[in-house]
């Protein structure tokens, strides 16, 4: 008995969903405009306390870089949604 109930339950041989093939480049530019703006951010605010003979506000520049690689991630992914909308599919 347990046998047919396991066989009734067996699951049905579903096709594979076809993958969708990634462009690394476009992950390898926006990784690297991200990379360039938290670095040009956190240089910008470095040299303006340098030329400013001012000390160096080490919480400032942390808070800038930080909130300038989260809007870089929030656009990056909505970037990616735009140009590659199959990989974000379930």
Do not use: K
Not at 50 to 58: F, G
Request: charge should be positive.
């Amino acid at each position: 008995m347990l046998r047919q109930s396991v066989e009734s339950y067996a699951p049905e041989s579903v096709p594979q969903a076809r993958r969708v093939r990634r462009d690394r480049s476009l992950s390898f530019i926006l990784w690297s405009l991200w990379t360039l703006a938290v670095a040009a951010t956190a240089f910008w605010h470095w040299r303006s306390d340098i030329l400013a003979q001012q000390p160096v506000n080490m919480v400032g520049l942390v808070v800038y870089s930080v909130l300038t690689g989260l809007v870089g991630m929030l656009v990056l992914t909505l970037i990616e949604r735009w140009l590659e909308p199959l990989r974000f599919l379930d």
